[in-house]
């Protein structure tokens, strides 16, 4: 190594001591160390040594230490504080509505309803903790395996398990109750998503898409025959939204959802054994039916005309709706608080998924960007539909509303946003030399 060599090399050596994100070192290097390069040439061509040229460019660069601390800042895991914050108050929302049902609510079935939901909290947040620090790249080399494994166990769990509340969405061990048509909703797409982007942008064509409709297809098939609809339209919904963001192909993402939701359709007039089609139509007909399926679409809409806007405070007269009240946490905060707490529910909820969205533009990665695509639009449809119901005017579908409502799928909701935090907090960290070669690699279309 010749000794204009070596300083350059000493130098960013030091540089980069300065820099805890190893994973940018090799772009710093490059970067800087080019920049060195060119600087010593041009002052070679002017006459000077080789040797002079190299301390002038050192020389030019700056200290190395007070350099590498520059970088230091500029290339950082960042934690999206704004965000963390909401998480927590949700939380503290969510325990504080449960505990008020449980303390009200007299039928001893609900009484451990608080310490379970607190339960589901810890170890949401335990994992929320573990994927906001873990690499999110890996997924993508355990893309196949997750999905394999998923739709394996979709397939198996109904031959295993009882049913609870008459379905077979829940795989139960050692006293542990894990819902795995949630987990499908959520988990597919971003392994789906994962084996296929490269291969949609690059190489779309009749064989890409026939091998997208296939991965979609499987899981759609078992969460079919599972029966869980709710489950199933979210899967899709998502499904269509990523291959129309993945590919920019937004006729096709369109003609793709009409002749899904034709498939759809069908499959509800002629499969149906629950009779699905007359509790969508019952929001038209609540007089009709006042005690059958509108019965809680009346209930909703009565105790949001009593609250006002201070509501009716802690103490509660349950009836037959009241105690599904878990199920309902907006309809619970607006009976308790009034009018005015809902409103501010719903500009904190609107703060907090558009906080969720104006993370994207930050994120340089491709595959980071399509997970907080998937995170936030799934978050996004949930919320909607859950406000919506709050107001009696929707069919009462099995929607949760996120990190508020009662169940397991806190453990997904926690999860699902550390992997949103995990992506944003190493957006200046992550190298995209490697994605960048192998874009040069790709054959042109």
Not at 222 to 247: A, C, E, K, N, P
Not at 318 to 336: A, E, M, N
Not at 394 to 404: A, T
Request: with cysteine.
């Amino acid at each position: 190594m010749t000794d204009h060599h070596d300083k350059f090399k000493r130098y960013l050596d030091e540089m980069c001591s300065q820099v805890k994100a190893r994973e940018v070192h090799t772009d710093l290097r490059d970067e800087l160390g080019n920049h060195m390069r060119e600087m010593m040439l041009d002052k070679e061509h002017e006459g000077l040594s080789q040797e002079e040229a190299a301390a002038y460019a050192i020389e030019q660069m700056g200290d190395a230490s007070a350099v590498g601390k520059s970088m230091h800042r500029l290339h950082r895991h960042r934690m999206h504080w704004g965000l963390l914050c909401g998480l927590i108050s949700l939380a503290i929302v969510s325990l504080f509505l449960m505990w008020i049902f449980t303390t009200n609510v007299t039928d001893d079935r609900f009484q451990n309803f608080y310490n379970i939901q607190v339960v589901y909290t810890i170890i949401g947040m335990m994992l929320m903790s573990f994927f906001m620090f873990f690499d999110y790249r890996k997924w993508r080399r355990a893309a196949w395996w997750i999905y394999i494994l998923l739709n394996l166990m979709l397939w198996i769990n109904p031959m295993i398990s009882p049913k609870i509340n008459g379905t077979n969405r829940f795989m139960t061990g050692y006293g542990f109750v894990l819902d795995l048509t949630t987990a499908a909703m959520w988990v597919l797409p971003l392994a789906i998503g994962a084996i296929l982007m490269n291969k949609l942008r690059s190489n779309f064509g009749a064989q890409t898409i026939l091998s997208y409709i296939a991965m979609v297809a499987v899981p759609a098939a078992l969460l079919f025959q599972i029966s869980d609809w709710v489950r199933l339209v979210m899967f899709g919904i998502i499904s269509l939204v990523l291959f129309g963001w993945i590919t920019r192909k937004w006729l096709y993402t369109a003609i793709a959802t009409v002749i899904t939701a034709c498939i759809g359709l069908l499959l509800l007039l002629t499969t149906d054994s629950y009779h699905r089609l007359e509790r969508f139509s019952v929001v038209f007909n609540l007089e009709d039916d006042p005690m059958g399926d509108g019965y809680f679409n009346r209930s909703i809409m009565g105790i949001l005309q009593s609250a006002g806007w201070w509501g009716n405070g802690l103490d509660i007269a349950f009836d037959r709706f009241k105690t599904s009240y878990f199920d309902y946490p907006g309809v619970l905060l607006i009976d308790v608080f009034g009018w005015a707490a809902g409103i501010g529910l719903l500009v904190a909820i609107i703060w907090f998924v558009a906080s969720m969205g104006k993370t994207l533009p930050r994120i340089r990665d491709d595959f980071g960007r399509m997970i907080i695509v998937i995170i936030t639009f799934m978050f996004a449809l949930q919320i909607i539909y859950s406000l919506a119901m709050t107001t009696g005017r929707v069919p009462i579908l099995s929607v949760v509303f996120p990190f508020i409502g009662y169940g397991n799928h806190l453990i997904f909701d926690y999860a699902m946003m550390g992997l949103l935090l995990g992506v944003y907090r190493r957006k200046d960290t992550v190298s995209l030399r490697n994605e960048k070669s192998q874009q040069t690699a790709r054959p042109t279309q």
